[in-house]
C-alpha cells in the first residue's frame, strides 16, 4: 500500500485528489493539511511514501516544506511531488533544487497523477524527458553552472549512467542501452548519488545539467551513441 499526504491550501483540491486516490486499490491517503507548517507536522507523524505539496501556501510555502523534509535524515522514505498551477515556472526548478522527487501540474489527467504517485514511490524522478529539457534549459542555464569537478569523484560508468539518467532514462532502460543488467544500472545509479550527495534521481538531473555533463534545452545524442 502507496501511503499519500496532501499538502494544499485549497479544500476543493484537497478533496479531489483524496477521491481520486482512496478509488485505487495501492492507494492510500494518511492525512491532509491546508499549510506546509502543518504538512511538515503530518508528514513527521504518518512517515507517508509520497507527499503531495502545493507549491504557494500560507505560513510555509511548498519549496520550504520540502527543503525541510529533504534536511531531515528521519524523513528520508518521503518523496515530495510538488503541485503547481502553472507547469514549469522558476518555483518547480527551486523545489527540486530542494530535494522533490518530482512535480505535478494540477490540470494533469488522473491517470497520469496516479501513474506519477507510483512512480515517486519507487524512487524514479518524475520528470519525462522533454520536460526535464525544458526545465533545464530554461532556468539552469540562467544560473551559473557548477564546477565539473565534483565528478571526478564518479568513474566513467557512473558518469555515463548518470547522463542517461539526465535524459530520462529508467534502470530498465539505460540496461538495455549499456548492455548490463537491471541491477547493475541501479546500482550504478546509487554509488553517483550517494557520491556526489544527492537525495534521488531528480536532484542527480539537476547536477548532471548544473555540472555542464548535459548540455541544457538540447536533446543531443545519448552516450555512447554517434551524432
Do not use: W
Request: aromatic share 4%.
Amino acid at each position: 500500500m502507496i501511503r499519500v499526504l496532501l499538502v494544499d491550501d485549497q479544500p476543493l483540491i484537497r478533496a479531489g485528489f483524496r477521491a481520486l486516490l482512496e478509488a485505487e486499490d495501492d492507494l492510500q491517503v494518511v492525512g491532509e493539511a491546508g499549510d506546509g507548517a502543518r504538512g511538515l507536522a503530518l508528514v513527521r507523524e504518518h512517515l507517508p511514501d509520497v507527499a503531495l505539496v502545493d507549491v504557494q501556501m500560507p505560513v510555509m510555502d511548498g519549496i520550504e516544506t520540502t527543503r525541510r523534509i529533504a534536511a531531515d535524515p528521519a524523513l528520508a522514505g518521503v518523496h515530495v511531488v510538488i503541485l503547481t498551477n502553472y507547469g514549469l515556472d522558476e518555483y518547480v526548478f527551486d523545489a527540486l533544487r530542494a530535494g522533490a522527487t518530482g512535480f505535478l501540474v494540477k490540470d494533469t489527467e488522473p491517470a497520469d497523477l496516479l501513474h506519477g504517485v507510483r512512480v515517486a514511490a519507487r524512487g524514479d524522478a518524475l520528470l519525462a524527458p522533454a520536460v526535464t529539457r525544458r526545465l533545464i534549459g530554461e532556468f539552469v542555464a540562467r544560473r551559473p553552472l557548477a564546477s565539473a569537478t565534483g565528478l571526478d569523484v564518479l568513474t566513467n560508468r557512473e558518469r555515463e549512467v548518470m547522463a542517461l539518467v539526465a535524459h530520462g532514462l529508467s534502470n530498465d532502460e539505460i540496461a538495455a542501452h549499456m548492455v548490463i543488467s537491471p541491477a547493475t544500472a541501479k546500482t550504478h545509479v546509487s554509488r553517483a548519488m550517494t557520491k556526489l550527495g544527492a537525495r534521488d534521481r531528480a536532484q542527480l538531473v539537476v547536477l548532471a545539467y548544473q555540472c555542464g555533463l548535459v548540455t541544457p534545452g538540447l536533446p543531443g545524442t545519448l552516450p555512447g551513441q554517434g551524432a
